[in-house]
């Protein structure tokens, strides 16, 4: 299996060039221009490795490794800097980055860092499944089992891999049927931070949509998932 990997950087023939040597050793690879961008990307789709320039518009690399952290703790992080100091060093190592590398870090620098990068992940993955081997599969009255650990829902051979947040909304709402959530509560809880109950609204609600989307083919889930009008959502007990 291909490991999927993004690029982040703000000049656009740093992004092509990290870009190309990267899907020349067969990675799939998404480059984005900025910090924002890049949550975005994390969000919505597994992201295993990023590649994070640290100065940039708007959110700085340290920004997007906090939100990132919280988001996704599986993703590694490489940081990619013209700007070396040894104050950014240490609190990138502090937020847990994988490596550190002054520009122009040369094609077998990036390449080895990324390959050691990646074999953490996969040590620390398999460290966290001996850890979480008492993770409950949610089963359902019709056979749909959700295996939280691995964020896979399935039922009579069909099967829907969820990404991260939508995997962590789920997890919240089966373990916690019959509770009505606020927007701004469901986001502090899959996203990791407190946000105003309109910016809450206006994240949730494309994340929901995805969800729900994702569950069509699982309907003692997907009719489960209830708008509470002003509110929030609440995932309803099964009949």
């Known amino acids: 299996m291909k490991n999927n990997l993004l690029i982040v950087d703000d000049e656009p023939i740093a992004r092509q060039s990290l870009s190309d040597i990267l899907r020349l050793e067969g990675y799939l690879v998404t480059a984005v221009a900025n910090g924002e961008q890049a949550i975005e990307q994390v969000r919505n789709y597994s992201v ?129 049927p019959g509770r009505v959530y606020s927007h701004r509560e469901l986001v502090l809880l899959v996203q990791g931070y407190d946000v105003s109950q309109r910016e809450a609204q206006e994240i949730l609600r494309p994340l929901v949509s995805r969800l729900r989307n994702k569950l069509d083919s699982f309907p003692t889930l997907l009719e489960r998932i209830v708008s509470v009008r002003g509110t929030g959502y609440i995932f309803e007990s099964e009949a």
Do not use: C, W
Not at 75 to 97: H, K, N, P
Not at 119 to 128: D, G, P, S
């Open 48 to 176: 295993d490795l990023i590649v994070l320039d640290l100065k940039m518009p708007g959110m700085n690399g340290l920004d997007v490794v906090q939100v990132v952290n919280q988001i996704s703790p599986d993703t590694e992080i490489i940081l990619l800097t013209a700007y070396g100091s040894m104050e950014s060093a240490v609190e990138a190592l502090r937020q847990r980055v994988h490596d550190y590398l002054l520009k122009p870090a040369s094609p077998g620098q990036i390449l080895e860092s990324v390959r050691r990068g990646l074999e953490r992940r996969e040590a620390r993955l398999k460290q966290k499944e001996k850890q979480d081997a008492d993770v409950p599969v949610f089963l359902t009255s019709d056979g749909t089992e959700v295996d939280l650990m691995r964020r896979i829902v399935q039922r009579n051979g069909q099967s829907e891999s969820l990404t991260p947040a939508e995997g962590q909304l789920l997890k919240v709402f089966l373990e916690n």
